[in-house]
């Protein structure tokens, strides 16, 4: 059982940061990759960034690759998105999912193989 719940949404200008956080409760196995998803008006749900539950290994998305970063607290209790230079075609809803893995050491890119979703924060960026 496992709840997802993102927050740090908002408006920022182009050139500027955010850095979102889900945290979860519940149990969260100790094989479960995380990811951050985002969606565009009128587009399909696309994939950002994703960590592997041992947080060594981690994958992003050409288009964010260099100005995003994908991270878990100590505890690993929070996922992070740390978004810089952002750009306005970087306005979405994101949300971050959990996806059962056989390796600790696996990243998971697909949307259909995440178990748990959050309920998504809106992410807009200005010209």
């Known amino acids: 059982q496992v709840q997802l719940v993102e927050s740090g949404g908002g408006t920022v200008q182009a050139g500027g940061s955010l850095r979102l956080s889900c945290a979860t409760s519940?149990?969260?196995?100790?094989?479960?990759?995380m990811t951050w998803f985002r969606q565009a008006p009128g587009k399909e749900r696309e994939f950002v960034a994703s960590?592997?539950?041992?947080?060594?290994?981690?994958h992003y998305a050409e288009t964010v690759r260099g100005r995003f970063t994908i991270s878990k607290d100590n505890a690993e209790t929070i996922l992070y998105l740390q978004m810089n230079n952002m750009r306005p075609e970087d306005t979405a809803v994101y949300y971050c999912a959990a996806a059962t893995t056989y390796s600790p050491r696996t990243v998971v890119t697909g949307v259909n193989s995440h178990e748990f979703w959050g309920q998504g924060t809106q992410v807009t960026v200005s010209s």
């Open positions: 960590i592997s539950a041992n947080t060594e290994n981690t």
């Open positions: 519940g149990r969260l196995a100790s094989n479960y990759a």
